[in-house]
């Protein structure tokens, strides 16, 4: 996820993208509109745009208030710099209280100012930053390059952290002034600008959290300030009136997780709730079927539904083993299980987002053979053992199920642990010999080096499986520096190749997201990479 999002198109009837091919799109549209373009660019003069469509008839009016009903990822944690990774929505509150110090436009690949206003370099190893001289903190302090060592500092005291794995290329950052700051890298990187344009890479207040270290990294220079939380329940944010861009149009909203897929439908129907980011195959085709009084939007999301490996575990760390679980599985059969018709099944043998660039759509996928699997099962140090399962969110849960009666076919034992998505990241985590087997979700952009999340080594937290391939790991440390599209797409598909091979991660399904929404929501930008953009998002009155 990253300030700007590849965005995609909103849709008033039920049309799902099946190509595995990379996806482009426009800004979502209000209701009844046409698709509006939106640049989400920054000069070094004026406010920050919106980053989203805003309404073009005059005199329209806004709600105060928007009710969000979230995705199956609840929202454990509000904190960059605690341990455990962030779901997709964990994601869009961090996008709305915190600035990044770069953006980037995923439809143009273009680099724009955000909390910095210019930056430079001649290696690519030592980068400076200028920053902006006008932004204060929604607390009212005063933004400074001191608040950018702080944030640099903390990530790096906190390598498990969503902002320790953002920044794990920066050495050390150094302040020059009050308005210009200095990183070392460990190595050359161009790409450090697009780790800097993440969101889980926002700049926190230095002071704001030496004096609370608890709710001290809710305070962010975004549009938004947190005012509530509710663990795994419910985020409520208030319009932060000292924010320095253009103003949002909204005044509250509260992003609420309700695991009950009928009461989803029905808080929409009766006006609980606004917008809704997930709903059942069965309740989404009743919204379809009412384009009067709702829009959904379809898209086909870049991050797998897998399983995974812990390559420290004696058994799930034998190849035999995992190439019989790969034979085992009827990934059609997973997917329907799943989520119906809202998941595609994955067709080749690749582990890689289905729009990230490079993708490599020639390597063959494992056939499903039962016979070869209780062969290669033979071969592993696999004795019966009980094998746990790990999973969170509904759709790999249901997912969990078929595979678990899938593998039972050839005669391994699973046993299903269900937990929320905050402790699936910190349960299943590089080096640890807790668990053995995970489903959930692989996270990828959309930069190719993204695929470093899952296999670079401890740098990242979602190398779950604990994978240190050398070859990948010099390949990665090549494409970090490499600007030739030949070259990036020939190491890209030399990574998807050895990682098909040694299988730490098996892909399962895409799945197809649906978000239905009152006709009076507009101003969405849907990303389908799961990292939505609320902050423009408004409701119209009357």
């Known amino acids: 996820m990253k300030t ?186 161009p790409q450090i600008l697009f780790d800097c344009s993440s969101e889980l890479g926002g700049i926190m207040c230095k002071k704001a959290v030496e004096e609370d270290p608890d709710k001290g990294v809710w305070i962010g220079t975004g549009p938004f300030i947190i005012t509530d939380f509710g663990t795994n329940d419910f985020v409520k944010l208030e319009r932060n009136d000292l924010y320095w861009g253009d103003p949002v149009p909204t005044k509250s909203m509260t992003l609420r997780y309700i695991p009950e897929m009928s009461t989803r439908l029905m808080m929409l129907q009766n006006g609980e709730a606004d917008i809704c980011f997930n709903l059942s195959e069965q309740d989404m085709d009743l919204v379809a079927a009412d384009p009067e009084h709702y829009d959904v939007y379809a898209y086909l999301a870049n991050n797998c539904s897998d399983i995974g490996f812990n390559l420290n575990d004696p058994i799930c760390g034998d190849i035999n083993f995992r190439m019989a679980v790969a034979c085992a599985l009827n990934r059609t059969d ?52 009980e094998i746990e399962l790990i999973t969170a969110i509904p759709t790999m849960i249901n997912a969990s199920t078929v595979i678990q009666n899938q593998l039972a076919e050839i005669g391994i034992n699973i046993k299903i642990k269900q937990t929320d998505p905050g402790s699936l990241m910190s349960i299943c985590s590089y080096g640890t010999s807790d668990y053995q087997m995970y489903a959930f979700v692989g996270a990828f952009g959309y930069e190719p080096y993204s695929a470093m999340n899952g296999i670079y080594g401890q740098a990242h937290m979602q190398n779950r499986a604990t994978y240190d391939e050398p070859r990948i790991l010099e390949i990665l440390d090549m494409v970090a520096t490499e600007t030739d599209p030949a070259k990036l797409q020939a190491y890209c598909y030399e990574v998807q190749e050895i990682e098909a091979k040694d299988i730490p991660y098996i892909n399962l399904f895409y799945v197809k997201q649906a978000i239905a929404a009152s006709k009076a929501i507009g101003g969405l930008v849907v990303a389908n990479d799961g990292g939505h953009d609320l902050r423009y998002m408004y409701k119209l009155e009357g």
């Open 4 to 189: 700007m999002k590849r965005i995609l198109p909103i849709v008033l009837v039920l049309v799902l993208c099946l190509s595995m091919a990379a996806c482009g799109g426009t800004a979502a549209a209000p209701s009844g509109g046409e698709s509006q373009s939106s640049s989400g660019t920054q000069s070094t003069t004026g406010n920050q745009p919106s980053g989203a469509p805003q309404p073009s008839v005059a005199g329209e009016k806004y709600a105060d208030h928007i009710e969000v009903i979230i995705d199956n990822t609840q929202i454990a944690g509000i904190n960059p710099i605690g341990a455990g990774g962030p779901g997709s929505a964990t994601g869009w509150v961090y996008l709305m209280v915190y600035n990044s110090l770069v953006s980037f436009d995923d439809n143009t690949g273009v680099y724009s100012p955000n909390l910095a206003t210019s930056w430079e370099s001649d290696d690519w190893q030592t980068v400076t930053f200028h920053l902006r001289d006008d932004v204060v903190f929604s607390n009212g302090e005063k933004f400074t390059a001191d608040d950018v060592v702080f944030t640099i500092e903390q990530s790096i005291a906190n390598p498990g952290s969503v902002a320790g794995s953002t920044f794990s290329s920066v050495e050390s950052a150094v302040a020059l002034d009050p308005y210009t700051v200095v990183f070392t890298l460990k190595a050359p990187k």
């Open 334 to 385: 997973i997917a329907l299980g799943a989520a119906g018709t809202y998941a595609a099944p994955e067709t080749t043998g690749t582990f890689w987002g289905s729009g990230t660039p490079f993708r490599n759509n020639d390597i063959p996928i494992i056939p499903y053979d039962l016979q070869k699997a209780k062969d290669y099962l033979a071969a592993s140090p696999y004795k019966g053992e």
